[in-house]
């Protein structure tokens, strides 16, 4: 059975942030992950998950500025010190919390631009390079421009041709089973031939992005192929739940450890 954890920037929205580590913990959850942590200090995170057991499984670099519509960094070009900046802010909040996989989101920008391209790759091999020496796993993220307009990194070839040619064993692919079959289909075939280089998987329904008991894709079928590959890591639950977040925990029974 693969284990689940709670994705704290989309469940138990209705408390504040801190207060959703606790939420977690009271309805099964053995591990947290979310996007950002950088409006608390480091220490009130890890002081959340050591209060209610929780293991932290991801969170994301800084995106630069969100509000101004920034979605990352890495592959814009003139920014790579931004992104170095971006990775040394991360650093205590990995060291507090113990993460062991972070994702670098990729930003605004054109697959068909040389310089985005070209500023990605540097970006990519810096940055996993970096979290390397620290034991740490480097993501990459697919994710879909119905969802994030403009995106970068909307294609899981780009990625795993990255992955693979950079060669860095600390460097893998966020698998996002919402994500992946909005962008291409095909998710059982594609965890199948990608879970070597697979770091972290999240799920949601499809196409609504609530509970996975609800759309097109049988999450009971997905999460017994991830059984069946021997997936050994978490499953994120990103998902938006379609009223309060307890309520809509039917399909995590069976789950619950
Ligand atoms: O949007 C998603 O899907 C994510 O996993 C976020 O972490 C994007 O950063
Ligand atoms: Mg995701």
Redesign the pocket.
Known sequence: MPAFAANLSTLFTDRPFLDRFAAAADAGFRAVEF?FPYDHPPEAIAERLARHGLVQVLF?LPPGDWAAGERGLAAVPGRFDDVAAGLERALPYVAATGVGRV?L?AGIGERSDPAAVSAYRRSVEHVATRLGERGVDLLL?P?NRR??PGYFLDDYGHAVALIRDLGLPNLKL?F?V??RQILHGDVAMALRALLPITGHV?VAGVPARNEPDDGELDHRFLFAELDRLGYAGHVGC?YNPRGHTVDGLGWFAPYRR
């Open positions: 996007l994301n994702h989101m993220e994710i969802n994030m966020q996002d919402y994500h999240q990103e």
